[in-house]
């Protein structure tokens, strides 16, 4: 009898070994192989992925190449000769394999295909009927952005007063969009639950980065334990905070008449209506949406103000410019008003310009959810594609000679695109059914903090200032930015 139970339990070991077994080699093998070829016969070549880590470890070698010759004085530039051809600093593989491969390729993060984008005709073709969506202009955020920003400014004055004219903005600008971002968003102070919410979803932003070294490799998250384990702490604390936040949000919806003036009060008010509450998001749906309200409001505005003003600093007679558009809009106002921001339209230009050059959103990331028929090519189901925005913003072919030059003016007589010779080479808020859904947010943030810093400082580069845009997900400055600031008279 313990003959039998013994063979049985080892034949039961046996199976699950072999089970385990078989998942591994199909995990780690037989379905990229079936990928690779799949991938291959419909003409999508690439650089050869080598088993298990995919072009992880070559991008690696690639990249620490490139940091080497930045730091031998190949790289973008200190303050005096900044260049603004960045893509191979920023993206040193795919500029490197762009050359071998075209603009259209597949690169293996582990055992993952990626399909890498920098074609905009493709581009077209494969996004075909895909309609985008945005949020409305809401008028009476403004008035918190103008509060936010002025404490701010105060602060530098103070600074500059006590004989501080040097200081490092894009973290002042960082933490003032911060509080921007807590109280048209979710509606609190920054000084309550919004403060700890921006904070954490700061954190979870470096944890992700950080953590996706091994991405694409099966299993990979038993091999980095310790930053899966803080990630996964991150999101159940961010996840209860704005639980709470909504949960309150709700309860006083009949009570309360100031709750439309956020965007979460926005989307509460829209399930709410007729009294179909949830009928439009969930619970879980709204608490996503708070993330990225975030992360496309936050990021991309404080980011894209920074570049602004490194940009203007090298360039003082744009500076000029936009105090004299400021002056002709405003009139005698004292204040920025909602109502003339559509009128800056100098201002519009020098922001698309440099969401151009320097995209706080440097990629746009998709997943086919079918097969998708591009020229006669198919794009099978469930490939992931990697759209290189920093590629089509900084492509010749595309924009011309000048392509590297900060020249705003070039969106003067094509306001959308720039004079870019392919509408789709121009993506300053992604593409399709996702684009960024807080781009009129974003945009009027922009303006305000914007002409608000320009009504009060002139301003010029630091001599410490040191050019190293870098990818932490998004597109920012490694070092900051510092700036000698002037108080207007």
């Known amino acids: 009898m313990a003959m039998m139970i013994m063979s049985a339990a080892a034949t039961l070991a046996a199976s699950l070994l072999g089970y385990l077994c078989w998942n591994l080699v199909y995990a780690f093998w037989v379905s990229p192989l079936a990928a690779y070829y799949k991938l291959r016969r419909n003409g999508f070549g690439g650089p050869t992925p080598s088993f298990p880590l995919g072009n992880i470890k070559e991008m690696r070698t690639i990249a620490k190449l490139t940091v080497s010759s930045s730091s031998s004085g190949g790289g973008c530039g200190g303050g005096g000769g900044i260049s603004h051809d960045i893509h191979s600093n920023v993206f040193p593989y795919f500029s490197q394999w762009q050359n071998s491969h075209g603009k259209v390729f597949v690169y293996w993060l582990g055992t993952e295909p990626f399909m890498y984008i920098a074609d905009p005709e493709f581009l077209k073709e494969m996004s075909a009927g895909v309609m985008g969506k945005s949020w409305g202009k809401p008028r009476a955020m403004s008035s918190l952005m103008v509060e936010s920003t002025t404490r701010m400014l105060d602060e530098w004055a103070t600074l500059i007063s006590s004989g501080v004219p040097e200081i490092e903005v894009e973290s002042h600008i960082t933490a003032t969009a911060g509080e921007i971002i807590a109280k048209t968003s979710f509606g609190v102070g920054y000084n309550e639950s919004g403060r700890m919410v921006v904070e954490k979803l700061r954190a979870m932003q470096l944890t992700l980065f950080n953590s996706n070294r091994y991405v694409g490799v099966p299993y990979s998250k038993i091999m980095c334990p310790r930053k899966t384990l803080d990630a996964k702490k991150l999101g159940k604390e961010i996840d209860s905070l704005l639980l709470s936040i909504i949960s309150t949000r709700k309860n006083s919806l009949n009570t309360?008449?100031?709750?439309?003036?956020?965007?979460?009060?926005?989307?509460?008010?829209?399930?709410?209506?007729?009294?179909?509450?949830?009928?439009?998001?969930?619970?879980?749906?709204?608490?996503?949406?708070?993330?990225?309200?975030?992360?496309?409001?936050?990021?991309?505005?404080?980011?894209?103000?920074?570049?602004?003003?490194?940009?203007?600093?090298?360039?003082?007679?744009?500076?000029?410019?936009?105090?004299?558009?400021?002056?002709?809009?405003?009139?005698?106002?004292?204040?920025?008003?909602?109502?003339?921001?559509?009128?800056?339209?100098?201002?519009?230009?020098?922001?698309?310009?440099?969401?151009?050059?320097?995209?706080?959103?440097?990629?746009?990331?998709?997943?086919?959810?079918?097969?998708?028929?591009?020229?006669?090519?198919?794009i099978p189901k469930g490939?992931?594609?990697?759209?290189?925005?920093?590629?089509?913003?900084?492509?010749?072919?595309?924009?011309?000679?000048?392509?590297?030059?900060?020249?705003?003016?070039?969106?003067?007589?094509?306001?959308?695109?720039?004079?870019?010779?392919?509408?789709?080479?121009?993506?300053?808020?992604?593409?399709?059914?996702?684009?960024?859904?807080?781009?009129?947010?974003?945009?009027?943030?922009?303006?305000?903090?914007?002409?608000?810093?320009?009504?009060?400082?002139s301003f010029s580069l630091s001599p410490s200032y040191d050019h190293s845009p870098a990818i932490v997900l998004s597109l920012r400055p490694s070092h900051g930015v510092p700036l000698v600031l002037r108080p207007l008279a």
């Open 256 to 378: 309360t008449t100031n709750n439309n003036k956020d965007l979460l009060g926005l989307l509460l008010q829209e399930n709410h209506a007729d009294g179909r509450l949830g009928k439009t998001l969930t619970t879980r749906e709204l608490v996503d949406e708070c993330k990225t309200f975030f992360f496309g409001g936050h990021e991309t505005t404080a980011l894209a103000i920074s570049w602004t003003l490194m940009l203007l600093a090298k360039h003082p007679e744009w500076q000029d410019e936009l105090r004299k558009e400021i002056k002709e809009v405003s009139g005698d106002k004292t204040r920025v008003d909602f109502a003339m921001l559509s009128s800056l339209k100098k201002m519009g230009w020098v922001m698309n310009e440099v969401l151009r050059l320097y995209s706080p959103a440097p990629n746009v990331q998709r997943q086919a959810k079918e097969d998708i028929k591009v020229n006669g090519r198919t």
């Open 383 to 457: 490939t992931n594609m990697w759209i290189d925005v920093v590629a089509m913003h900084h492509d010749r072919t595309l924009w011309g000679d000048d392509v590297y030059e900060f020249k705003p003016e070039r969106f003067k007589a094509d306001p959308l695109y720039g004079g870019c010779k392919h509408k789709m080479g121009f993506m300053p808020f992604g593409f399709g059914g996702r684009m960024c859904v807080g781009r009129n947010l974003t945009m009027m943030e922009y303006k305000i903090v914007l002409s608000l810093i320009l009504t009060r400082f």
